[in-house]
């Protein structure tokens, strides 16, 4: 387990509001830096602020807590016992309760909060509580357009997740939580088993390829006792009898309770499953053998929706997907530098084969190896943590552990992910590492995936992001996928001016993870607006990267299912990159590296735009002399 912890050199939480400054570009923003003639007006004014300031982030946590109060699984994941045997209402009624209660409070919000009145930190809550809002009016025409379930997630997998990593036993009021749950999980998955009818009426249903691993991770959360006879514990009863044991109860309370446990498995959960399974192979033998939403009603519009979603960026598919093409152009000339610098002879095509097929690169395919690459993975993070005071002032005080992810959901589940720790300290943040098939894993990309996931890329975002002080709640568990997942990417580039990455190959699967990210502006795009077939993206994958096959199958059928998820990555590291360039070369010897990073880091997630006004302010202020 490694545990960044706040240095002394880290700045404070009044020095940083201090340096929020004036967004620029604002264009509903009025100018509050210009010095007060009068003292005691500016003494006011500052007064004004404050209050209105505070008015508003106070109606935010009642807006928050108002919106957690009516999800008993959201309260699960705060590290809350509230509600502790339910689940949330996936009912198209409590949907659409829900949107009505949002449009409510975003007009309160306007009639009642005086913008300018606002310290800069405020109106950027103020700026995105109306973009959330107005991007919820917009998405009401595309409610039932997303997917249900896929292979990739959905009920039929997170449910069964949720209760084993996220509900916690400490004593028997707990337990019994667990055993209501199991007793609700009927009607839960019910609810979503409806909401994907409705979408299939519409025409809405992932292609046929996805039925058969969706039933098969079905099946495999009813595999096992008390379900049959097979000598091993279901996953969730295996969850359950582990919690059970670390309670000191008596051999009979023990007894009643896992009889209780097995009576709402087998006569709940397997049912349950068994509907699940059965809508699967209906969808199966009417779904389509095409693949990318242009297929749908208004599919090439709702896919303009989800890419302006994920990018935060006014940007059509066609430049995203040219932007794609030159970034693999440019990595593929990085990469062949590094095959100069090995004495490697042959095409880069020759150098990917050997890259995918030498053992040197790989762990054994056993029990020991993957507890190898668990332990190698956590000891690199150890070593980058002695490295951060270098590149941040401001580190998480949430613990970072490493993972395999459970066999259960192995087949299913991505290659590697991060998992956000409890927001009261109960769980700690999770890099989870997908060790199925360790010909997937292979050793030169372990630094930078540790990186991505672990420190410093979405562990010291996300925690501290949760952890900031004086920022609603609603964006400290908020996001955006291009600002996250660019962080991500973005962090796997610069520790090699910190001197990792010394070893040439890990260099290269530095570059292999950009490359991968890269071309998934030209597949997602290529299916879901040139109207590419699965197989077409799998053969440009397959040829452009140095993947094996089996991870390149893998991520198509990820960027199948999540239509324009994966084109933030690249875009966002990009948009990164690009603004520490423009503080590079406007502040010459006055950038810091690290002062950078609080300010990219200090105000939480932000659309793209919203963060260059941070970095113009942060540039304009440095130059003027103002710490």
């Avoid at 690169?361 to 490295?387: C, H, K, S």
Wanted: proline content about 5%; overall charge negative.
């Amino acid at each position: 387990m490694t545990k960044l912890k706040l240095l002394a050199l880290g700045v404070s939480a009044a020095a940083l509001l201090a340096a929020c400054g004036q967004p620029a570009g604002d264009e509903t923003a009025t100018n509050n830096t210009a010095p007060a003639a009068d003292p005691a007006v500016a003494a006011e004014t500052a007064e004004v602020a404050e209050t209105e300031t505070d008015r508003i982030n106070a109606w935010f946590q009642e807006v928050f807590d108002a919106q957690i109060a009516r999800s008993p699984m959201f309260q699960t994941y705060m590290g809350m016992k509230t509600n502790y045997d339910q689940w949330g209402d996936a009912s198209p009624e409590f949907e659409l309760e829900g949107y009505e209660l949002g449009q409510e409070q975003y007009q309160y919000m306007l009639a009642n909060f005086d913008y300018d009145q606002l310290d800069a930190s405020a109106q950027i809550s103020y700026r995105l509580f109306q973009r959330n809002a107005e991007r919820a009016q917009d998405g009401r025409r595309w409610v039932d357009h997303g997917y249900t379930f896929t292979p990739r997630s959905g009920p039929h997998m997170n449910t069964p997740t949720f209760l084993i990593n996220n509900h916690r036993v400490d004593n028997l009021e707990d337990l019994q939580a667990y055993i209501g749950r199991l007793n609700g999980m009927g009607d839960y998955l019910d609810q979503h088993i409806a909401n994907a009818r409705r979408s299939a009426e519409l025409g809405i249903q992932t292609p046929r390829w996805t039925y058969q691993p969706m039933i098969e991770t079905s099946r495999n959360v009813i595999t096992g006792a008390p379900f049959d006879e097979s000598g091993e514990d279901s996953p969730l009863m295996a969850d359950f009898l582990r919690k059970l044991a670390s309670l000191e109860l008596s051999e009979e309370e023990a007894a009643d309770l896992t009889a209780q446990a097995e009576t709402a498995l087998t006569e709940i959960v397997a049912p349950a499953y068994g509907r699940i399974i059965a809508m699967f192979e209906e969808m199966e033998a009417v779904a389509s053998e095409d693949d990318g939403i242009w297929q749908h009603p208004d599919g090439g519009e709702y896919y303009n929706y989800l890419l302006n979603g994920y990018t935060t960026m006014d940007i059509s598919a066609e430049e995203i997907h040219n932007i794609g093409l030159a970034e693999v152009a440019r990595i593929h000339g990085e990469m062949q530098e590094i095959m100069t610098e090995v004495g490697f002879e042959g095409s880069l095509q020759d150098f990917f084969e050997f890259m995918r097929t030498d053992e040197q690169f790989y762990y054994p395919n056993t029990d020991e190896g993957r507890d190898a690459y668990l332990a190698d993975a956590t000891a690199m993070i150890d070593t980058m943590v002695e490295t951060l005071p270098q590149m941040f002032n401001t580190f998480p005080q949430a613990e970072l552990e490493v993972r395999r992810v459970e066999p259960f959901r192995e087949a299913s589940a991505g290659k590697a992910f991060y998992q956000r720790p409890a927001a009261n300290g109960s769980r700690p943040g999770v890099y989870y590492a997908n060790l199925r098939d360790m010909a997937e894993m292979p050793i030169y990309q372990m630094e930078a995936l540790a990186y991505h996931e672990g420190a410093p890329g979405h562990h010291m975002q996300l925690a501290i992001m949760q952890e900031l002080e004086g920022i609603p709640a609603f964006r400290r568990f908020g996001g955006y996928t291009a600002y996250t997942e660019g962080w991500g990417l973005y962090t796997e580039y610069f520790p090699l001016e910190f001197g990792f990455y010394s070893d040439p190959y890990s260099n290269f699967g530095r570059l292999a993870m950009e490359l991968w990210r890269a071309c998934r502006l030209v597949v997602d795009t290529g299916l879901h607006y040139h109207q590419w077939t699965r197989q077409e993206a799998v053969d440009y994958l397959a040829t452009n990267t140095p993947n094996p096959q089996g991870d390149v199958v893998n991520a198509i059928d990820r960027y199948i299912v999540y239509p324009g998820q994966a084109t933030a990555y690249q875009i966002g590291k990009n948009e990164i990159l690009r603004l520490r360039e423009m503080a590079e070369d406007q502040l010459g010897e006055a950038y810091d590296i690290r002062e950078f990073h609080d300010v990219v880091l200090r105000e939480g997630a932000l659309p793209l735009a919203i963060l260059e006004e941070q970095i113009q302010a942060y540039i304009d202020r440095t130059a003027a002399g103002i710490e």
